[in-house]
């Protein structure tokens, strides 16, 4: 399969098109976050995987393309989610602000049990690296979205120091008792592999909006 991967040179591209080779794929096309060669990109892709900027990621968006598309930017907002809307008439799109399965599993988590929890105060820590720019992360984001749909208030505390990849804690605090979940990322790879696996899997699936929660339904049907 020829995958073109958008922000190759960054961090987790560069990491990308290191595993879209170990998984006996081509790597058809790279395009950095600062060029603007999308034509080239989906002519020469089955699949396109992003890890960009928000700013490049409407653009290819707004693209008229049918290339199924893997989104991992952060820092997207309600507008990219209505280009991805729009994208997925005409082709799969797979968006996840995290590509950890272990993030996934506990989001899937707090779904279940939240409403259980509903009279605790609930506080997210979004731990990263000093160069990230958005805080709270995408990932912090999403989690946050998760309980607030069911009624309660979040509160966020980012904190962007030394060379940290990620870490999360989820804290629900009441009068007599504390519950904590905590997920820390060491390398950046597990968002690299998971990527390419996702764009494999995607390559199949018909035009829609995708999340973890269908890929991992599907894996689990294997």
């Known amino acids: 399969m020829r995958i073109g991967v958008y922000g190759c040179t960054g961090k987790t591209g560069a990491l990308v ?12 096309y790279g395009v950095s976050s600062k060029s603007g060669d999308i034509d080239g990109l989906c002519a ?51 968006y996840s602000a995290n590509m950890s399965v272990s993030i996934a599993v506990i989001n899937m988590m707090l779904e279940k049990f939240v409403d259980t929890l509903c009279d605790y105060d609930v506080d997210i820590l979004d ?15 999403m989690l946050g979205d998760t309980i607030r749909a069911h009624g309660s208030n979040v509160h966020f505390e980012s904190q962007r120091c030394g060379n940290i990849v990620g870490i999360h804690e989820i804290s629900f ?36 909006l995708y999340s973890m929660r269908e890929y991992l339904a599907s894996c689990s049907n294997c």
């Open 44 to 94: 020469n892709s089955d699949v396109v995987i992003d890890f960009s900027l928000p700013e490049v990621t409407e653009s290819l968006l707004q693209h008229k393309f049918h290339v199924p598309l893997v989104i991992g930017t952060t820092g997207l907002r309600d507008t990219h989610i209505k280009l991805m809307n729009k994208a997925a008439e005409t082709t799969a799109v797979f």
């Open 127 to 141: 731990v990263h690296h000093k160069r990230k720019k958005d805080a709270p992360s995408g990932t912090a984001l």
């Open 17 to 28: 098109v290191e595993y879209i080779k170990q998984r006996g794929h081509e790597f058809a």
């Open 173 to 208: 605090t009441s009068d007599n008792d504390r519950l904590t979940i905590k997920h820390e990322t060491y390398r950046k790879d597990v968002f690299a592999q998971n990527a390419v696996k996702i764009a494999e899997w995607i390559s199949t699936q018909p035009p829609g």
